[in-house]
């Protein structure tokens, strides 16, 4: 790592930090990541109340984060970004691995 380069984006790096630092946000962008939602549809999948939903969108698009896009009626988010993408990748692999494959389950042969 070239720490002379990464001095001069650190401040981004912990602006994108303090948004990811918030578990109804890391849900968002964990959902958003898979495919665009409206707020309806993240609302029944999470389980939050709109105006808390609301809220944690509204900062993560002033954050940069999300994008939103009029569809008639409804509002459609998604994830901005590739840092934002790499961060959620990288943390869905290290806190919610793949279940491993077990040795003695026949149904994984080939």
Do not use: W
């Amino acid at each position: 790592m070239n720490v002379e380069s990464f001095h001069s984006k650190a401040r981004e790096a912990a602006a994108l930090l303090q948004s990811l630092a918030n578990e109804h946000r890391l849900m968002i962008l964990c959902h958003l990541l898979h495919r665009p939602q409206s707020v309806s549809e993240l609302e029944a999948t999470l389980g939050l109340r709109q105006a808390a939903l609301s809220q944690n969108l509204a900062r993560l698009r002033k954050d940069g984060l999300v994008s939103v896009r009029r569809d008639g009626q409804h509002s459609i988010y998604a994830v901005q970004g590739q840092a934002v993408k790499a961060m959620i990748s990288t943390l869905a692999h290290l806190f919610c691995p793949v279940d491993p494959i077990d040795p003695g389950d026949s149904s994984h042969d080939h």
